[in-house]
């Protein structure tokens, strides 16, 4: 199957925003100090900042997700549907704990962004000042979009990528 470049992230928004709105979960690989994967289901949320796709999780600071992402920020988040949709973000993850930063991504996941993504985080946490709610900032670098229908009838995945994007060797490696 060959690669299908897009130009701007708008050119696979549309279908990101389905996809990620009705499947939800999405399955965040991260990395050990010897490389070895880890991944756990979890729900992000999402905007664009001008043009540029940007994700958000409210999060515990687990020790093994805190020491995997300050080893190699470098992950992926892939969702995937039975009818074979499927949406795979490679990016760059931060920790991004500022009090405006932590409303935002509060009120984001209360009106759901993509619209069915995102759930009360009231649920969890008991404000957005709460010490345990952290919150990480995703920056792709590589989003690659598939739909079903495509895959079936031989249609390569499309594939945005930041401009910039020449993801860098992970620390240590």
């Known amino acids: 199957m060959t690669r299908n470049r897009v130009g701007g ?14 499947v939800v979960y999405a399955t965040m ?10 991944a756990r289901v979890l729900v992000p949320v999402w905007e664009t900042d001008g043009d540029r796709p940007v994700g958000w999780l409210a999060t515990f600071p687990t ?3 805190t020491a995997h992402l300050a080893g190699n920020p470098h992950t992926t988040l892939s969702y995937w549907s039975p009818a074979q949709h499927t949406v795979a973000v490679d990016a760059v993850a931060s920790w991004a704990d500022g009090a405006d930063v932590r409303r935002r991504v509060w009120d984001l996941y209360r009106a759901g ?4 993504a995102g759930y009360d985080p009231g649920a969890y946490w008991s404000a957005p000042d709460d010490p345990e709610f952290r919150v ?9 979009v598939l739909r ?12 945005w990528r930041a401009p910039e994007a020449t993801p860098a060797p992970a620390p240590g490696r």
């Open 9 to 22: 992230f708008d050119r696979i928004r549309g279908d990101f925003d389905r996809i990620v709105g009705s």
């Open 29 to 38: 690989t991260t990395v050990d100090g010897r490389g070895r994967p880890r």
């Open 63 to 65: 020790p093994v997700k």
């Open 113 to 116: 962004s993509p619209p069915g």
């Open 136 to 144: 990480l900032r995703f920056d792709p670098w590589r989003i690659q």
């Open 148 to 159: 079903g229908a495509d895959l079936v009838r031989g249609v390569p995945p499309r594939i």
